[in-house]
């Protein structure tokens, strides 16, 4: 019998062969999990578990699991703070990786005055120790409910600002589990999308404080900002704006133009408050929220002739798919 005819004969490895091999190398302190529920880990609060959940502790675990997954043809989803997921209601079959053990929330000056920011650190965080720091210019990043590595991704901007004005160099690990420093200045970074972390994982980043300042004057900037947000955002759980601004404008005008505010889809519903936020009345599904994108994206297209691309992204999936 030839060795091809054996390997045929051979059942395909599944989910316990990789956990298997994955717990051999793992340290106690990385977390591993089957089933984990997402929708708790997200401001959306919908949708079911990840077939493998991980929160690695250090570079070497991250790598293991990488290079198991690979090895056994498994997708690898990053999870950062969830506020820009919509999770399936069926969950994700994949790995899900989560930078959330403490190692990766540093937030560290550097001799050369650069500041190195771990990808599990929280914005909110980086915004109050760089207050403390004396350090100007990360104001903007305060009411964005994301994590540093979510926000590279997405270069997660406010108030005129963008994650990218402040990136001097990002660290990734390839899907290979190549390590790389790469400068802002050979990255595609572009409106909500930073190219080389679609599949690449952002490790952390140096960033370059723009200015110096008083911790009393830095404050004073933080709290116009949040002023701001409490008058123009809703209060209870969404995934921030679902829509990109297109060319022609406000996304939350043009829905609100249509008569869509407080439009609903069981518990989804377009907030009242600002109406490119859904926002989740409390038993919402993933199935609600996509049947109300369809929805607002057909108003518009038929009133103005406008095609809306979500800005907010569909855990695992491709919108082109669903949409
Ligand atoms: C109330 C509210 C207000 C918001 N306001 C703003 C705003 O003003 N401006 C704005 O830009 N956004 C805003 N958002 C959206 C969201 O907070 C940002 O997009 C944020 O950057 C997402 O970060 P996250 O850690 O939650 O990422 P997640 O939502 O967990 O993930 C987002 C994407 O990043 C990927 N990712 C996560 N971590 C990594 C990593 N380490 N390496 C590579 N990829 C990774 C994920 O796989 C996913 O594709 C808001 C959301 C809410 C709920």
């Known amino acids: 019998m030839s060795t091809a005819k054996i390997n045929t004969l051979l059942p395909a490895p599944t989910w316990e062969d990789f956990l298997r091999a994955v717990r051999r190398g793992l340290r106690p302190a990385t977390k591993l999990l089957e089933y984990e529920l997402l929708g708790a880990k997200t401001t959306m609060r919908v ?4 077939r493998v959940y ?4 250090d570079l070497e675990d991250l790598r293991l699991l990488l290079r198991q997954a690979k090895e056994f043809g498994l997708p690898v989803l990053m ?37 190195w920011v771990g990808a599990g650190l929280r914005l ?10 004396g350090l100007a210019g990360f104001e903007f990043l305060e009411g964005i409910p994301g994590s540093v590595g979510g926000a590279l991704r997405m270069n997660a901007g406010a108030m005129g600002g963008w994650m990218f004005d402040v990136v001097e160099e990002v660290q990734l690990v390839t899907p290979q589990g190549e390590l790389q420093e790469l ?23 140096y960033l370059q404080a723009p200015a ?14 949040q002023k701001k947000r409490v008058e123009s955002q809703p209060r209870e759980p969404s995934a921030g704006c679902i829509f990109k601004n297109p060319p022609e404008g406000s996304a939350g005008q043009l ?6 505010k407080g439009e609903r889809v069981g518990d989804a519903e377009v907030s009242a408050v600002h109406a490119n936020f859904i926002i989740n009345r409390g038993s919402a599904t993933s199935a609600d929220i996509i049947e109300l994108i369809k929805i607002i994206r057909a108003r518009v297209r038929r009133a ?20």
């Open 183 to 205: 400068k802002k200045a050979v990255l595609h970074v572009d409106y909500r999308h930073c190219a080389e972390l679609q599949e690449a994982i952002a490790l952390g980043a």
């Open 212 to 225: 110096a300042a008083a911790a009393t004057t830095i404050r004073g900037q933080i709290e116009t900002y």
């Open 255 to 260: 829905i609100d133009a249509v008569g869509l």
């Open 304 to 323: 103005r002739g406008i095609e809306l691309e979500p800005e907010v992204m569909l855990y695992g999936q491709a919108w082109k798919d669903v949409l």
């Open 47 to 50: 949708g079911g578990p990840a």
């Open 54 to 57: 991980a929160e690695p502790a």
């Open 124 to 133: 909110k965080n980086l915004c109050g120790l760089a207050t403390k720091a």
């Open 79 to 115: 999870l950062g703070r969830g506020s820009n997921l919509i999770i399936p209601d069926a969950g994700v079959e994949g790995v899900v990786i989560s930078l959330a053990h403490p190692d990766w929330q540093k937030f560290t000056v550097q001799p050369d005055g650069r500041i």
